[in-house]
């Protein structure tokens, strides 16, 4: 099945069938869904975004299709806890109590677990497909900043209704309630809607962080007035669009061919209005069991709707651990431990990973998570098991507010170490809660080299003194055996399998010192190939890049950028993983000459993932070159000189003028020329003299506007 480039098909017809209010509409007047309006109006303004949206959700149907998940044992199934807030933002508050909401949350999490009491209205013959997820939720326990919270934040506006098509209930400047962080809270916004609407969601990939969440109208909740729909099952539907599922007949009404990329949900040609029992036959399904007009995605009467599929929710649970996983590690289920006294070491903000000097000064980030004001920590730094070196800080750090520390400075051996940071106090009483007082860093310290030659053949990786900056923790560069440019190994990035696009992993040489040379040249061998798929946007395609920093990592410039047809050493794609053969590796270069006397530079290979292919990095090395300083001197050098057979003509610097290399004997004739076309890029060439009898030789060099002559004598 294709994915959303249907959407980019159908997309204008779509849009106008939404215009025209001929979407689904039940007798009431109500449009249960308005998420795929809401895509369509933003793919309208921005069509590069409905590219990057189809390309994920291709990228996201490929993942659960590769994985040919089946549904696992249900009492072995992992419960996920997510934490929520209700935004409700209306114009009268007691439109909405907090049983409500509470009863919207009950709701939401026996469907999603396939405890709902009405799943008695499953058919038999659908009941072996019902769908039982382990992703739960519980209301919001704790603030962004944690304080304590009910989950439910209510906020008192003078607008009495929302559009889907701007988001305005997302933002208090325009009469709605901000976002509280979306990787740890999912976030439902409780107001009015315009144009009938029951309520929208965002899609894992849905443009602006800060919108994601979802929408619902009060009057959707439990006990609500809008009849047919207030038993809280629109919550349970656009959660089924947060967790990155469509429609169950697809995003195009009227259509068998379209699909919800769900394999145990029946075609169907559209929505269902109203409520039904028994089998419920359409265009797609003419005899038989019918559609599945009892699943949350479809727009049936919320009496109607209590199931997800096994699929579904396969799909639900994958949406989850690729695209929310940041909803997991949440402490917003937690409740706030009231402690007077409780200072937090946040976070070890310097060292960077890579030193380039031996001596270094930490700094910190302090939070103040108690009630008392805090007016002095000891802070206190150790080198792996070295010495202790204490920080005595004051000041004046109020409850829930951070500061950041500068320590003394600490001395480091060369290699890999650990930085530990350890606070103690606060003030002159101990620390209530000392879980979270300990932080740790690793780092590394080496001394700046002049020479780089690495094949990736020893069996450590990274080699000695190189690194690897990973900051998704995901797939990184790693040592590859068997497939290589010469030798037996080489460094590989997985492109292939890497499921987030843009990430960037970088591989990082160690220090260089450039010193007391004339040029400095990196070459190195690469493999690299797309995927069947053609791009559609540069952002698609794995990009290769070399970097230099002159601040041992704080910054770079990149000196060295390619993708595509520019990087892709194979010229046809290929849809599964690519492996180089001998003849599908080139050799390339970059120039670090600039950067000779800079002092210290780090050189980095940045790949940034476009779900393209591997790339392949061997053979790794810095040629340095110094000048005859006879040569620098004079711009022309002739050797040898008297010679016996090749004599050498060399410039400095390459000469871009330069017409023409004649040879003479003493009495004039021309023996030898070498004519120079405008372009060429050669500071080297040479004249055999074996055939010559001895004597006194004559070179001519004729630039555009001069010309040299130097005597040779032949032995």
């Known amino acids: ?24 509409v039940d007798s009431g007047g109500y449009r249960r869904c308005g998420t795929t309006e809401r895509l369509e109006n933003r793919f309208l303004k921005n069509p590069a975004a409905r590219i990057l949206f189809e390309e994920q959700q291709e990228l996201f149907n490929k993942i659960v299709r590769e994985k040919n998940l089946r549904e696992p044992d249900e009492s072995a199934r992992t419960i996920y806890t997510i934490p929520v807030v209700f935004h409700v933002v209306l114009t009268n508050q007691s439109q909405v109590t907090d049983a409500q909401i509470q009863a919207q949350l009950d709701t939401l999490n026996k469907s999603m677990a396939g405890l709902n009491g009405d799943s008695i209205r499953i058919p038999s013959w659908f009941k072996a497909l019902f769908g039982k997820s382990g992703i739960q939720f519980c209301l919001a326990q704790r603030t962004p900043d944690n304080r304590v919270s009910s989950g439910i934040e209510r906020i008192t506006t003078t607008q009495t209704n929302f559009s889907n098509n701007n988001d305005f209930v997302k933002r208090s400047a325009t009469g709605g309630a901000n976002i509280w962080d979306q990787t740890r809270y999912l976030n439902v916004w409780v107001c009015g809607l315009t144009g009938s609407i029951l309520g929208y969601a965002t899609y894992p990939t849905d443009f602006n962080p800060e919108e994601q969440g979802i929408v619902i109208d009060y009057r959707s909740l439990p006990g609500g007035n809008f009849t047919n729909y207030n038993t809280g099952k629109t919550l349970v539907h656009e959660a089924g669009h947060y967790f990155n599922l469509v429609h169950i007949w697809g995003n195009n009404d009227n259509s068998c061919s379209d699909s919800d990329f769900v394999d145990d949900t029946p075609n169907q040609d559209g929505a269902t209005n109203g ?11 003419l005899s038989g069991n019918g559609i599945m007009y009892q699943n949350y995605m479809d727009y049936s009467y919320d009496a109607c709707l209590v199931m997800f ?20 590690s949440s402490n917003g289920c937690e409740p706030v431990v009231d402690r007077v006294n409780d200072a937090r070491l946040l976070s070890i903000d310097a060292p960077l990973q890579r030193l380039c000097d031996n001596t270094f000064t930490p700094a910190v980030t302090i939070r103040n998570e108690g009630s008392q004001t805090v007016t002095s920590l000891v802070i206190n730094a150790r080198i792996d098991n070295g010495a202790i070196a204490s920080f005595n800080w004051t000041g004046s750090l109020t409850s829930l507010t951070n500061t950041t520390v500068t320590l003394n400075k600490l001395t480091t051996p060369t290699g890999r170490h650990t930085l530990t940071v350890y606070i103690t106090g606060p003030g002159n009483t101990s620390d209530q809660l000392t879980d979270n007082d300990t932080l740790s860093l690793s780092y590394q310290y080496n001394l700046p080299v002049s020479e780089v030659a690495e094949g990736f053949e020893g069996g450590v990786f990274p080699p000695d003194g190189w690194d690897i900056v990973n900051t998704d923790n995901g797939i990184q560069w790693q040592r590859i055996t068997g497939l290589s440019n010469t030798g037996s190994a080489s460094a590989m990035v997985n492109n292939f399998n890497y ?14 010192a450039l010193a007391n040379i004339d040029s400095s040249f990196l070459s190195f061998s690469v493999a690299a190939s797309g995927t069947t798929a053609v791009p559609s946007q540069p952002a698609s395609y794995d990009t290769l890049e070399v970097l230099v920093s002159g601040d041992c990592g704080a910054s770079f410039n990149s000196i060295y950028k390619k993708w595509g047809a520019d990087l892709n050493t194979r010229v046809a794609t290929s ?4 492996s180089p053969s001998a003849s599908e590796w080139k050799k390339d270069s970059v120039n670090l000459s600039p950067y000779i006397n800079a002092g210290i530079i780090l050189v980095a290979f940045r790949s940034t993932n476009g779900y393209q292919n591997n790339i392949y990095l061997d053979d790794i090395n810095l040629r340095n070159v110094i000048v005859n300083p006879i040569l620098k001197q004079r711009g022309i050098l002739i050797t040898p000189n008297p010679a016996r057979e090749e004599v050498a003509v060399r410039f400095y610097p390459q000469p871009v003028t330069l017409r023409g290399i004649q040879l003479f004997n003493i009495m004039g004739q021309k023996l030898a020329e070498v004519r120079i076309s405008d372009g060429a890029t050669n500071n080297f060439y040479s004249f055999n003299m074996r055939s010559y009898a001895a004597g006194t030789y004559i070179v001519r060099v004729v630039f555009a506007d001069s010309v040299v002559t130097r005597k040779i004598i032949k032995l």
């Open 1 to 24: 099945m294709q994915l959303l480039r249907r959407i980019l098909i159908s997309a204008v017809l779509l849009l106008f069938t939404i215009l025209l209010n001929a979407q689904q």
């Open 275 to 285: 409520c039904f029992t028994g089998a419920k036959l359409d265009d797609c399904n």
């Open 309 to 328: 599929s096994n699929l579904q929710v396969i799909r639900m649970e994958n949406a989850l651990s690729l695209y929310r996983s940041s909803l997991l």
């Open 499 to 512: 499921v987030q696009k843009g990430e960037k992993d970088d591989l990082r040489l160690p220090n260089l």
């Open 575 to 578: 849809a599964s993983e690519f």
